[in-house]
């Protein structure tokens, strides 16, 4: 029985850590790009386009406004055209970056934002290109928001994912709701939720730790 | 020609002047102070001269390039031919000190190993040999702007810009970052455009002084004329205030417009070069019988020039002669009035 209940646990827990790896990596991958366009093209002292960077703002929000729950719901096409289906842990990666993207994206933005307009002339005098600044200054000199944010985004990603339980995407939220909520096992509900205290800590460790790393 | 040659720069934000039909030249090897009050436009003529705004009319000729008729590509490599050095230092935190003076180079293109050669090579000149590894967060102030001119020059620009480069810092790491400039001037040749509200500072080294009030440009000259010929204009006494003699305020609210009997005659004497080193106020007394006492002042450098600029008592009322010697030995004699003696 305890041998069981450990063998679910741990492969729920590995689930659940693909699902959080995978969509953060893909926020960065596509938020990071999109926080620098928007911070870049509304600056004066750089691109100075406003109208570009404002409609990805207003589609960014739009998606932050819808509940997770739901957008689980609505995006069931979208999943099934990218992963072939819409159930299982592979599938739920897809909502689940669809909602972090925007997310990262708006936390990247408050980080990026923070940077000395002076730092930027620096740049700009020495002769560096527009795109220098953003290579030599807006990203190194923002690393440690990037990273906190990151944190944050992952962390905000364990709840998600355990949410994409109900809609069978495997995990710790689903093996919950399977045997803690449906058959009302108690043992399986407290371990689930002592892993899911101690991933949370874990992440936000680490993160400390790579944000003290590159802060120095 | 010129190194630098401005004419009838202006610029508007709205309706806003910020500088207005101002001309001026700068020849290789200078030291050039601008002051002016907070406002006056010496950030916005600086922006201009580094290519970081666009003035609304006239020309910046920089070794013959205009300036003010480049495209965008042609501005990024014209900027490299000038140096800028920031009030706020604007180090990069996420570099090492080495890498922050390396970064102009990288973004001139050039090759790793050269780049290494030269940061050495600007960190000992500027006097921080051992720091290179360290990060800007860890310097004092003093040291922040070292690497900042270390910085700027680092790519060997024809032009350093300074604004405000000293006035975040304390009056001895001020001297010493003057000093160091001076001394790149000195050995490098290189022109430096100083822009300062305090007058101290252009006072002590630079070669010429650009006035600026309200954007426009009101003088042009050396420190020495400046201090001497400034009379009469309440733009310039303003400015010039901090580096002059002024009365103690006791005897400020003593001061009467009509000769006491024993009373004291307060007279501020400003004297040439030649001057200083001769015993001036010892041939006054001999010839003129007075007893004089020194209230305020002396002898000053300004730029490479010394000027003597001094508040005196007479102990006799200003007799005609001696008023005539004084018009003929001094660049300025003015009563400044009458305050009772003590006995
Ligand atoms: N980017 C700008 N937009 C609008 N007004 C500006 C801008 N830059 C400077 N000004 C105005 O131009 C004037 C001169 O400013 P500045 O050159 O910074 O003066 P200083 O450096 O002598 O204190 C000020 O009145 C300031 O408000
Ligand atoms: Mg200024």
Redesign the interface.
């Known amino acids: 029985m305890y041998r069981l209940i450990t063998r679910l646990i741990a492969e729920s827990t590995l689930q659940t850590i693909e699902m959080v790896a995978a969509s953060s990596f893909v926020a960065v991958l596509f938020g990071l790009p999109l926080a620098v366009l928007m911070i870049a093209t509304r600056r004066t002292d750089l691109y100075d386009m406003p109208w570009l960077g404002r409609p990805i703002g207003w589609v960014i929000d739009a998606i932050r406004a819808i509940p997770f729950i739901i957008l689980l719901v609505l995006l069931i096409p979208v999943t099934r055209f990218i992963a072939g289906t819409s159930l299982g842990t592979f599938a739920a990666i897809v909502p689940l970056s669809i909602a972090a993207i925007p997310y990262y994206a708006r936390i990247a933005e408050i980080s990026l934002q923070e940077i000395?307009p002076?730092?930027i002339?620096?740049?700009?005098?020495?002769?560096?290109?527009r795109w220098?600044v953003i290579r030599?200054?807006l990203i190194?000199?923002a690393?440690p928001g990037l990273l906190s944010g990151l944190t944050v985004t992952a962390i905000t990603l364990v709840g998600a994912s355990a949410m994409a339980g109900a809609i069978g995407a495997g995990g710790l939220g689903d093996l919950a709701i399977r045997y803690g909520y449906q058959r009302f096992n108690v043992t399986i509900m407290f371990a689930v939720v002592a892993v899911l205290i101690l991933l949370v800590g874990a992440i936000q460790g680490a993160g400390a730790v790579a944000v003290r790393a590159?802060r120095? | 020609m010129s190194l630098l040659d401005v004419s009838g720069l202006s610029c508007r934000f709205g309706s806003q002047t910020a500088l207005s039909d101002i001309s001026f030249q700068v020849d290789k090897g200078e030291i050039i102070g601008v002051i002016g009050s907070s406002g006056a436009g010496k950030s916005t003529l600086l922006r201009c001269l580094?290519a970081?705004e666009r003035p609304t009319e006239g020309q910046i000729l920089l070794e013959g390039a205009d300036l003010t008729q480049l495209t965008e590509r042609e501005l990024?490599?014209?900027?490299?031919k000038?140096g800028?050095v920031?009030q706020?230092f604007?180090?990069?935190?996420?570099?090492s000190v080495a890498a922050n003076i390396a970064?102009?180079l990288?973004?001139?293109g050039w090759a790793g190993g050269r780049i290494t050669e030269r940061v050495e090579e600007l960190l000992t000149l500027v006097g921080l040999e051992s720091h290179g590894y360290k990060?800007p967060s860890q310097l004092s102030g003093g040291q922040k702007q070292r690497v900042g001119i270390a910085?700027a020059i680092a790519?060997s620009p024809s032009l350093l810009l300074c604004d405000e480069a000293t006035s975040a810092l304390d009056p001895h790491t001020t001297t010493s970052i003057l000093d160091l400039l001076v001394d790149i001037n000195r050995s490098l040749g290189l022109t430096i455009i100083l822009i300062t509200h305090e007058m101290e500072v252009v006072r002590r080294f630079a070669h010429r002084v650009l006035v600026l009030d309200h954007g426009a440009l009101i003088e042009n000259g050396s420190m020495a004329t400046l201090m001497r010929d400034s009379r009469g204009d309440p733009r310039l006494e303003r400015l010039l205030a901090d580096t002059r003699p002024s009365l103690p305020d006791t005897l400020r609210s003593q001061l009467s417009t009509v000769p006491l009997p024993d009373g004291l005659t307060l007279v501020r004497v400003v004297l040439g070069p030649q001057a200083a080193k001769t015993p001036f106020l010892s041939v006054l007394t001999r010839r003129f019988d007075q007893a004089i006492t020194l209230i305020q002042g002396g002898t000053l450098a300004c730029g490479s020039e010394l000027l003597t600029d001094m508040i005196l008592g007479f102990s006799e009322p200003l007799s005609e002669p001696l008023i005539s010697f004084l018009e003929q030995e001094t660049h300025v004699t003015e009563v400044l009035g009458y305050v009772p003696a003590d006995h």
């Not at chain 1, 620096?122 to 560096?128: D, F, K, W």
């Not at chain 2, 990024?76 to 490299?80: G, H, K, N, S």
């Open positions: 000395e002076g730092l002339e620096a740049v700009r005098v020495m002769g560096g290109t220098m030599y200054v190194p000199e690393l590159v120095r | 580094c970081l990024v490599a014209a900027r490299r000038v800028l920031f706020h604007n180090l990069l935190n996420s570099r970064l102009p990288e973004i001139a990060r910085r790519n």
